[in-house]
């Protein structure tokens, strides 16, 4: 059971499933029985390794995928300064307006980054992260999951890195021959 404000990282060898686990427990995956219970979907936000940039302004690529009615620009604005992105005004000349082709114009981190300020911005129970800070220097990745975990918002990672392990309240260790272990992060033995 994980309650709201918590959170679990998964790990484990390539293949041993950890994205499978991570879209069966989101509702996106249906190949496994059993029974699961998890908030209603208009509660959850996934945020992909590769995050979707769709074509239109920065302003809708902030919004995406639930346009937010009541949204300020400075709330806009500031969501962006929060994940360290800032700089992408300078490129839209301060234009929220401004239609970029945003997969050619942002890194994947930067486009990461960008899902993390729609995830503050909406500011879902439940978020899953599927390694979705992978881009990213462990600077940025540090900062980010401690606002994560400030806002209240509770959250399952799928992770490689150690250095995820702390920002989290437990760790599932998967392995490929379907054998697993649970157990609390400071029990974990890693260390950043």
């Known amino acids: 059971v994980l309650a ?11 293949g041993s499933g950890k994205s499978s686990v991570l879209r069966t427990i989101a509702g996106i995956w249906y190949g496994a029985s059993g029974q699961l219970e998890r908030p209603a979907a208009n509660n959850l936000m996934f945020l992909p390794q590769r995050p979707y940039m769709i074509e239109g302004t920065l302003r809708e690529q902030l919004l995406y995928p639930h346009p937010l009615h009541g949204v300020s620009d400075d709330e806009l604005r500031a969501a962006v300064t929060q994940v360290n992105l800032a700089d992408v005004f300078d490129r839209v000349d301060g234009d929220l307006d401004r239609v970029l082709d945003w997969t050619n114009v942002l890194s994947l981190g930067e486009q990461q980054r960008v899902a993390f300020a729609r995830l503050f911005l909406r500011l879902p129970k439940f978020a899953f992260l599927d390694e979705a800070t992978s881009a990213l220097d462990e600077d940025n990745q540090c900062h980010l999951y401690g606002l994560l975990r400030a806002s209240g918002i509770g959250y399952i990672s799928v992770g490689h890195r150690t250095t995820l392990v702390p920002h989290h309240d437990r760790l599932l260790t998967l392995d490929r021959s379907g054998s697993w272990e649970l157990k609390a992060c400071e029990e974990s033995g890693f260390t950043p």
């Open 4 to 14: 709201r404000r918590q959170s679990l990282l998964i790990m484990g060898a390539s």
